[in-house]
């Protein structure tokens, strides 16, 4: 049976998101201020305008990159996830063929990790909805843990396609 799902989880900002985008404004202002204000001074505001201009879309492109989307894209037993940043930029952060994962369970607090391990955290970082994680061996990400927070049904399709073992008494 051949299996199409995808789905969108837009990441919750945290504390570390909002401080950042305070920084960022921060600095965008007083590095507006200060190009207008050196190039009022040497008779030349036109290009005091432009550079504080400059000064603040760079800010606004600084704090939309904190906006960030995740996409779940289920196929034929593959698990593609894709970051997308700001809707403006898409990259694919990892593969997985499902039927490779050695283990599958809900993310408790407990969940252990190491150091040689490559953790994707693809989750929605919100304590409402239920995060998930696989671990498997990628060809190329070596020892992988994917966190993620599926839906109902994209979750079944998931554990469809896990191996035998897994999915029973799931």
Known sequence: M???KEQLVRKT???S??????IILAVTCALAVVCFLFFLSVNIPIFGVLFA?????G?????TNTMVEYEYILTLGELDIDKIVAQRSRKRLATLKLATVLEFGEVTNS???S???TVINASANNPEITDYYLKLNHSSLGSTILIFSPTEEMLQFVKESLPRNLRIGR
């Open 2 to 4: 051949d299996i199409f």
């Open 13 to 15: 900002p945290d504390k």
């Open 17 to 22: 998101d909002s401080v950042k985008k305070l």
């Open 53 to 57: 201009g400059g000064a603040i879309y």
């Open 59 to 63: 800010g606004y492109f600084l704090i």
């Open 111 to 113: 969940l252990n990790t």
């Open 115 to 117: 150091s040689c391990q």
